[in-house]
């Protein structure tokens, strides 16, 4: 990706942090499938300082939305331990097949990861495994559709797609956990908000949803 392109995915900029808004389809670091990957911005997001930002968090490779990069190695620390202790809020839009049970409520299922052989593996829910809760609310039907709002309380792998599909509600395009594979995944990092400063009022950032979302949103 050229570097005006990069640019134009940048949403907040401050001294310490910067946030973008990743699209669809592109893994934050290198991994066994090859391509451009978030890693490779990097240098292109310096803006004057010595060295790259890094990444503060992550998010999945075809999961889009508010991407965290920490600027120096204070940052870095700082947003590791909010991360860790929950301070951070995140809000999630997913487009999902079928309506949930109740408008609103919280789903509390412990996930483990299931190896299917060499660097293949799923998450699915069982005994002894991860605690893993969610918090959703329906937004808005649209015939066999329905928009939620997704509030992670914790942050395990493939959380969210797992615990839609298990309410009956899997993620449209969601290939692995029930949602088919002939679009991409509808699962959208809305927003963030990052209590940073102990005096300031916390960052907060919304990322624009994709296009292939619109059709619902807009509807």
Request: with cysteine; glycine share 10%.
């Given at each position: ?12 900029r401050d001294a310490l942090i ?202």
């Amino acid at each position: 990706m050229e570097n005006d392109e990069i640019q134009k995915l940048l949403i907040y900029r401050d001294a310490l942090i910067l946030v973008l808004n990743k699209p669809s389809g592109v893994p934050v670091h290198k991994g066994f499938g090859g391509g451009e990957t978030v890693d490779d911005w990097l240098e292109d997001l310096r803006f004057g300082l010595p060295r790259k930002p890094a990444l503060g968090h992550r998010l999945d490779k075809d999961t889009s939305g508010c991407l965290v990069l920490g600027r120096h190695t204070q940052a870095l620390k700082r947003l590791g331990e909010m991360f860790a202790d929950g301070r951070i809020k995140k809000i999630y839009w997913a487009i999902v097949k079928g309506k949930p049970p109740q408008d609103e409520g919280r789903i509390d299922l412990p996930l483990v990861k299931k190896e299917e052989g060499k660097h293949r593996w799923h998450m699915k829910v069982g005994a002894g495994g991860q605690e893993a809760v969610t918090d959703y609310k329906l937004l808005k039907t649209f015939g066999e559709y329905s928009w939620l709002e997704l509030k992670p309380q914790t942050g395990r792998t493939h959380q969210l797609r797992v615990h839609c599909a298990e309410i009956g509600c899997p993620i449209l395009g969601d290939k692995f956990y029930g949602g088919g594979d002939e679009v991409p995944l509808h699962l959208h990092a809305r927003s963030i908000e990052i209590p940073l400063h102990e005096k300031k009022p916390a960052i907060y950032v919304e990322a624009e949803a994709p296009m292939y979302m619109n059709s619902f949103l807009a509807a």
